[in-house]
């Protein structure tokens, strides 16, 4: 049983495939079983860092493999978004940029033996994340004007928020690690 975070974390991976087939078929329900599955994968999220660093131990598995699945699972909701046009293209490439740029900043880090931790407009910004998602998947399940139904305003201006948000996270992180990526750069040379 040491293994169970890691269990969660991969759990997260077939979750992910699970909840974009209901996003892509149309059935009764099918929405409302995605938008639980994303439920259920945030929750083990949450779960398996605490087993981890409470219980079990962490593992290099972990260390790689958490943030991974975790970033699997929130680019998936965002591109099954654009599928079903609650979000623009070009809003999604920008969250997916900034997370790619992030990890393989992380992933040098860890080279230079540097474990970052998540910092204060990390969790922000994937707190707003997770509740934009939540709020997509309401949009999809009932129609009203005030949630962020396919095509409508209120959709396009929480994908720019988060958007931008997440770009401006990805902005301060680079900002704060220039040092590694300048001496990383000179080493290089």
Avoid at 42 to 54: E, H, M, Q, V, W
Avoid at 67 to 78: E, G
């Amino acid at each position: 049983m040491k293994s169970l975070p890691n269990h969660l974390t991969v759990s997260r991976f077939w979750m992910t495939a699970v909840m974009m087939l209901c996003m892509s078929i149309d059935f009764p329900y099918a929405k409302i079983i995605a938008l639980g599955i994303f439920v259920l994968a945030s929750i083990t999220d949450a779960l398996d860092g605490y087993l981890a660093r409470n219980f079990f131990g962490v593992t290099s598995f972990g260390k790689l493999m958490d943030p991974l699945a975790d970033k699997v699972l929130v680019c998936a909701a965002f591109i099954g978004f654009v599928e079903l046009e609650s979000l623009r293209a070009w809003m999604v490439v920008l969250i997916i940029a900034r997370e790619f740029m992030v990890t393989g900043m992380r992933l040098l880090m860890i080279e230079k033996g540097i474990v970052m931790p998540a910092g204060m407009w990390g969790k922000v910004k994937t707190t707003v994340q997770m509740v934009a998602i939540g709020l997509y998947f309401i949009g999809l399940i009932w129609e009203a004007d005030w949630l962020p139904s396919p095509n409508s305003a209120f959709a396009w201006w929480i994908g720019l928020a988060t958007a931008l948000l997440t770009a401006w996270t990805g902005i301060v992180y680079f900002w704060q690690q220039r040092h590694i990526i300048w001496e990383k750069g000179k080493q290089d040379s």
